[in-house]
């Protein structure tokens, strides 16, 4: 029989903390990060997708991160053929494949495919990073806010095309359909209410995006089974400065290290 490797997954809400934690699993284990993230793989609206940085990623290898053409639309099954071919890339080089990212559709692909046999070939370790729902709503809604600081409206701007699909690629991202009305009404009126509404309309629709994600995390857990390690990183959010990151290290860190580390010695011990 083939030796199963190992793999992780990280899964979470949006806002969670789940780019950071794989950073430092992979930096930890020897890893590489495949993002799931399924406006993450699109090239561009950095800001609006709320890619990690270059800086955050602390030189780890990413796969699947700003690499699809923005007009196309990119499947679950797509993900699913293209998260195999990174998988046995980072597997041939003796790393630990992470995989990272919101949207459980596309991992639930990969992990239930039968013609790939994914469980049969891969051992899975499943961490769920969680946190308390109106804390996490309360974040994002300050999140969007630093977005729009950080040039959120003029990177949408420059995408927007009155003729174009906002149901397809990159364009369905939260953020993008909110403002077309903006856009389009512009150089009309004045626009400052329009804007304020869409702003208001992106902070629901992230809450809304939420709400959807732990549906469909509560489904893998109860319904499919998933093994998940349910990690609360709750304390983090509810912290400023030194105490945030110390409760990162103590409540995320340590057990996620602890869960992980015991992961790969009993892999490593079955084969």
Excluded at 73 to 94: C, E, G, P, W
Excluded at 257 to 271: C, K, R, S, T
Aim: hydrophobic content about 35%; aromatic content about 8%.
């Amino acid at each position: 029989m083939e030796t199963q490797k190992p793999v992780v997954f990280i899964m979470g809400a949006t806002g969670t903390g789940k780019s950071r934690l794989s950073v430092d699993i992979a930096a930890k284990y020897s890893g590489e990060i495949i993002n799931s993230d399924k406006m993450q793989v699109y090239k561009g609206l950095d800001i609006v997708t709320n890619k990690i940085t270059e800086p955050e990623q602390r030189g780890v290898p990413h796969h699947l991160l700003g690499e699809i053409d923005p007009e196309t639309d990119f499947s679950a099954q797509d993900f699913r053929y293209h998260a195999l071919s990174a998988i046995k890339r980072v597997v041939r080089s003796d790393k630990l494949p992470v995989i990272v990212g919101g949207s459980n559709s596309f991992i639930e692909a990969l992990v239930e495919d039968p013609l790939s046999s994914f469980r049969d070939k891969y051992k899975c370790c499943f961490l769920w990073l969680d946190v308390s729902v109106p804390v996490l709503w309360s974040y994002v809604e300050q999140r969007v806010d630093q977005m729009v600081d950080a040039g959120l409206v003029d990177e949408v701007g420059g995408i927007y095309d009155p003729k174009a699909d906002y149901t397809r690629g990159i364009r369905k991202s939260i953020g993008v359909p909110e403002l077309k009305e903006y856009f389009e009404a512009e150089k009309e009126i004045s626009s400052e209410e329009l804007l304020e509404a869409a702003i208001s309309n992106i902070k629901s629709n992230t809450c809304k995006l939420i709400d959807r994600q732990l549906s469909k995390i509560y489904r893998l857990k109860k319904q499919l089974r998933w093994p998940l390690h349910r990690v609360d990183a709750t304390t983090v959010f509810e912290k400023q400065g030194k105490e945030a990151e110390d409760a990162w290290e103590r409540d995320v860190l340590r057990p996620c290290f602890q869960i992980v580390g015991d992961f790969l010695n009993l892999n490593l011990n079955l084969n």
